[in-house]
């Protein structure tokens, strides 16, 4: 497009004495030019202080304006086909940040940043400020029969550990209608510590396996689980139940104990120990050490005539437990009693894994002995038995597994379970 170069020479843009028709000639150009913005691949050769120029020797165009002394000119945006843009800087008071990045405009806009890493933009209405924030961060381990590892997050104020030892297996009689106990609940060992206590950047998480199925033998004890740093060691211990006990001709397969807040399911039968104690008496014992370490004690039973039945405690059936794994159901056997079927219950637990039920061998066609329940942990499965149901395996995490007359249910299996606040 033409830019003004009317005849009045250094006068640019002025129109100066002429005769028509040059006077509307020198009128025109100057129109034409003030409609253009005297755009032109190089700058008007007459400039004044403030006049505009579009300079069209680039793609976008670039619109430029004469400073006020009229020596140079100053860039103020670009023009390209479809927008214009702004060039320079705005102040913040004026609409703009007075920056030329996008970060360093968002550093002007907000609070000061210095010292509060981590926290987020907050306000209250009328003010923006940075506030702390609440962070979360949830990991679970399942069995892997090896071990893992949890790195400890950077944020976070309280770490809670819920940490499942596995549950044992029931037991099994082939060859006899004694039957066999449910296994007992696997524990739930819990921690909760500010997060800046746990002083290692990882741990090894270690998830323990539920006692196997077995056939025509005493069931498997479930393993511990446990997680430990490599400089503060273990911090949790979720102990595993105790596998259930066979039947044979008094003693009508006991039930496996659960695991405690010290020791596993299988311990606690040492925990309280006299050489001069019979082999039923040394299991009472176990009973009593279960109890003390906050397990679920496994049902247990035994007489010599049928006579003794209804002389004996009502102290066989299994017992629950609050982060103890519940008690395992003892095999029921064919007994006179009408409150026999009760014994082959498995025990309850709110954070451990109920207790597997015994197996059901009363001929009385009683349905099968239910497993203890558990509030956060899992069920215990339920006792099969020549006249119970089909016998269950322990639910993950640490559910006891059902005693049988054939193969009886597995324990379930540990877990591990880390959130931080």
């Not at 020198?26 to 004044?48: H, R, V, Y």
Request: proline letters at 3%; one cysteine or more.
């Amino acid at each position: 497009m033409p830019q003004a170069n009317p005849t009045g020479g250094a006068n640019s843009e002025r129109l100066e004495n002429v005769t028509f028709p040059q006077a509307r000639i020198d009128i025109n150009d100057n129109f034409e030019a003030l409609q253009t913005l005297n755009s032109g691949n190089s700058e008007p050769s007459t400039k004044a202080a403030f006049m505009q120029w579009l300079d069209t020797s680039s793609d976008p165009a670039i619109l430029k304006v004469r400073n006020s002394t009229n020596q140079s000119w100053v860039e103020v945006g670009s023009l390209s086909a479809s927008q214009y843009t702004s060039k320079g800087l705005t102040e913040i008071a004026n609409g703009g940040t007075g920056q030329t990045t996008a970060a360093a405009a968002i550093a002007a806009l907000l609070p000061g940043q210095s010292g509060n890493s981590g926290k987020s933009l907050t306000t209250n209405g009328s003010a923006l400020s940075w506030a702390q924030t609440i962070s979360s961060a949830f990991s679970r381990f399942d069995y892997t029969g090896s071990n893992q590892t949890w790195i400890k997050p950077t944020t976070g104020t309280i770490c809670v550990i819920l940490c499942w030892g596995g549950g044992g297996s029931g037991a099994s009689n082939g060859t006899s209608s004694k039957g066999g106990g449910g296994g007992g609940g696997g524990a739930c060992g819990l921690v909760i510590k500010p997060l800046s206590e746990l002083t290692d950047s990882s741990y090894t998480v270690y998830v323990a396996a539920g006692g196997s199925s077995v056939n025509g033998s005493n069931g498997n004890n479930g393993g511990n689980s446990t997680v430990s740093g490599s400089g503060q060691g273990t911090i949790v211990t979720g102990w595993g139940g105790q596998g259930g006990t066979m039947g044979d001709q008094w003693a009508f397969g006991y039930g496996g104990h659960g695991g405690g807040n010290t020791r596993n399911g299988s311990s606690h039968i040492n925990a309280i120990n006299n050489p001069q104690y019979s082999v039923d008496e040394d299991w009472g014992n176990g009973r009593l050490g279960a109890l003390i370490d906050g397990a679920g004690a496994g049902a247990f039973f035994s007489y010599s005539t049928n006579a003794m039945v209804n002389s004996l405690p009502g102290n066989a059936l299994a017992t629950n437990s609050v982060f103890g794994g519940g008690g395992g159901g003892k095999g029921q056997a064919n007994l006179v009693p009408s409150h026999k079927n009760s014994w082959n219950y498995g025990g309850a637990s709110v954070f451990g894994g109920g207790g597997g039920g015994g197996s059901n061998e009363d001929g009385q066609n009683y349905s099968n002995a239910s497993g203890g329940t558990s509030q956060l942990g899992g069920n215990g499965g339920r006792g099969g038995g020549s006249s119970g149901g089909t016998v269950a395996s322990g639910s993950v995490p640490a559910g006891g597994g059902g005693g049988n007359e054939g193969s009886s249910g597995s324990g379930g299996h540990g877990r591990v379970e880390i959130y931080v606040f």
